[in-house]
């Protein structure tokens, strides 16, 4: 769509296989303009409005607002909130808004997929066309089902994950300056053979499928926590050191193409960018291949580098967040290496107890709006339990009294500051009519 483009802050981005010897000039010259990041939608206000002296009704209109003050006591989890839900562009939103209406005539898709950020992922993958983005978050929302994605994420045990590792190495490590995650995966050092010995395609793409879900629901939220703004995408890094035709057998193509399609189709807009390093002329050669697979959309995030990468690493990534085997500073020997180690927000004790306490009063919050759906509908009217209810859901309706109580009490003074806010206008306007006369 011509709006993103036209707003957004041109990035340039290598859209070709560029060697070793590639000098920044030369990339430049071979450089096409693309969205922005995905987070440059997402920027959070500035934390505090410049100060203005206020006219004098201002300050009686906000002193009648002191009743909201009980409103204001979450603000701090709020914040938190609002870190995880990013800023909403009003022009997206409107668009947004409309996919959802659109996505509703469907009908009853699962609620959960239904938030701001998801929907503006298809959106966006399909540049703003509505139908087009309609059609691509169904097969999502049809692959969830069939596929039993949810199910798969809480049952699915990859057991041989230590051992896949030692023949597949790659992993997530740290965070770029950004605060985005950082992948890292070592192509080279694939053993496909032993690959296969130790798990199948299959147990490897839902394990993939796991890794995605645990970064989209938790790797982002703890890194925005972390970084203090909205974290939604990937850096990742692709180290092509020693890949050859070997790396491309059958059985590798099919890996690789499935999971670039569900990456693709079902987790779309959450790569950053892609650095391909150590890429040699055989490596080169595969990519020209490898290109007519990928959209265009994904082309321009990446770029491919030779054996000089370092400088463009760091660049992106603090030497501390880079193992040394990439130019920079950690080895995580306590875990066994870098690779091993899935170092990040995610794993810091203070920021998956926040996020936790989060989660859990989101869940309380959703079972307390299905209890009070339930309450409305069970309950005998002489206020008694009836045996019909088992009683921890009543001890939950029960549990919810207090918060209701609590809100009510909040509303009331919303009502009563209203109202005094009523009076002031009132005031206000006779004041004005009796300066006309
Ligand atoms: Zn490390």
Known sequence: MEKAKEQSKEILISADAGGSNQSAAASRKKTKSFHPPIETFWQLPPAKEPR???????????????????LLSTKKSQSKRTVLEGHHDPKDQIIVDSFRELLHLEGQLPKKHFDYHTLLRFLRMRDFHLVK????????????????VDT???EFKFDEYQEVKQCYPHGFHGVDRYGRPVYIEQLGMVDLNKFLQVTTVDRFVKHHICEQEKTMNWRFPACSLAAKKHIASTFSILDVKDVGRSHFSKPARHLFMEIQRIDSCYYPETLHQLFIINAGSGFKVLWKAIKKFLDERTLAKIRVLGTDYRSFLIEAIDPSNLPT???????????????????????????????QVMLNAEEEQECGELDEQIASTSLPSDGTAGDNIDKPLLKKIQAFEPVLEAAKKKIASLETALEETKLVLQGLTQHIEELKR
């Open 325 to 355: 085997f990439l130019g920079g500073e950690c080895t995580c020997s306590e875990s066994g290496g870098c690779l091993f180690s899935d170092k990040g927000p995610w794993n810091d004790p203070e920021i998956i107890e926040t996020l």
């Open 52 to 70: 203005r002296s206020k006219p004098r009704f201002i300050a009686i209109l906000s002193n009648t607002f002191k009743y909201m003050e009980p």
């Open 133 to 148: 983005a309609k059609d691509m978050f169904m097969q999502y929302i049809k692959w969830r089902e069939e596929f039993h």
């Open 152 to 154: 798969i994420t809480k």
